[in-house]
């Protein structure tokens, strides 16, 4: 798991099981949290907070990206952060943004939903919209509803990243 959290940082392709990839990042370096480490703050009108403890001990087991609680006395150090707030619908900006981003949780997001939207904020994008997707698929966009095509795009068309697929889960 080493290799993951590593190409992470280095915002190259995730490999699993040698040769097959299993997730792609966004590309740049401003968008990967420094030193690995994503500091979060929780809003305290957030119902059901076990779900984002869940998702970050997920995270850290897997990865070895850490997430350090955000307080007043570490403010200064770790500008950029999460913040989770109660919302419509479960939904998180792809890579860190710079400052304070929100990961938006509706009461029926469930620990798979938040550990889903902190991958988004860690920087990995659905495989529909994978930064290599041109290379292996075509799109037939006249196929497309309205609502679902700003999942389709790719990376910069939009920031803030609503799941029209996975709300539910
Ligand atoms: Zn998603």
């Known amino acids: 798991m080493e290799k993951k959290a590593a190409a992470i940082l280095a ?88 400052g304070r981003q929100e990961i938006g949780l509706a009461e029926g997001c469930s620990t798979g939903s938040t550990i889903h939207e902190i991958g988004h904020a860690l920087g990995l994008w659905h495989e529909q919209s994978r930064e290599d997707r041109d290379r292996n698929i075509r799109i037939h966009w006249e196929n497309i509803e309205d609502r679902e095509k700003p999942n389709k795009k790719l990376r910069n068309a939009f920031k803030r990243h609503k799941e029209f697929f996975d709300a539910q889960d």
């Open 11 to 98: 915002g190259e392709e995730v490999e699993e099981d040698g040769d097959t990839t299993r997730g792609v990042f966004i590309t740049g370096q401003k968008f990967r949290w420094t030193n690995g480490i994503v500091p979060y703050e929780i809003d305290p009108n957030l119902p059901n907070q076990k779900r984002i403890t869940d998702a970050i001990t997920h995270w850290q087991e897997k990865t070895s990206i850490r997430f350090v609680w955000r307080t007043s006395s570490n403010t200064s150090q770790y500008p950029n952060y999460i913040y989770f707030k109660p919302e419509n619908g479960c939904w998180s900006y792809i890579g860190m943004q710079g």
